[in-house]
């Protein structure tokens, strides 16, 4: 099976189906930058590093008692707020 860059690569006048000022020397340098391996070697990486970040977010209380998860500093609370049983808090 090909990757769609290979499928690219295999058309003929690859260069007309590219966005114009785009050639297929970068392109090519860029596929060659890494193998698959290495690729899911750092997207693997990567996905972990983000759910350590969201997994270490802390709840904070309101004055409701529902709590309420920051996912990341500076976005703000979330606003929907759920009882024990996972319904939706009035």
């Known amino acids: 099976m090909r ?3 290979e499928k690219l690569r295999a058309l ?4 007309r189906h590219l966005k114009p000022g785009t ?3 970068p392109l090519d340098a860029m596929t060659n930058e890494c193998s ?3 690729a899911v070697h750092r997207l ?3 996905r972990t590093k983000l759910f350590q970040l969201i997994n270490n ?3 904070e209380q309101h004055l409701t008692g529902a709590p309420s ?3 990341m500093p500076g976005l703000g609370n979330t606003d ?3 009882d024990a049983q996972g319904e939706q808090a009035d």
Do not use: G, I, M, S
């Not at 003929?12 to 260069?15: G, I, L």
């Open 80 to 82: 929907a707020r759920t």
């Open 57 to 59: 977010a802390q709840p």
């Open 69 to 71: 998860f920051r996912l």
């Open 12 to 15: 003929p006048q690859t260069h």
């Open 3 to 5: 990757r769609p860059y």
């Open 36 to 38: 698959d391996t290495d």
């Open 23 to 25: 050639t297929v020397k």
């Open 44 to 46: 693997n990486e990567a």
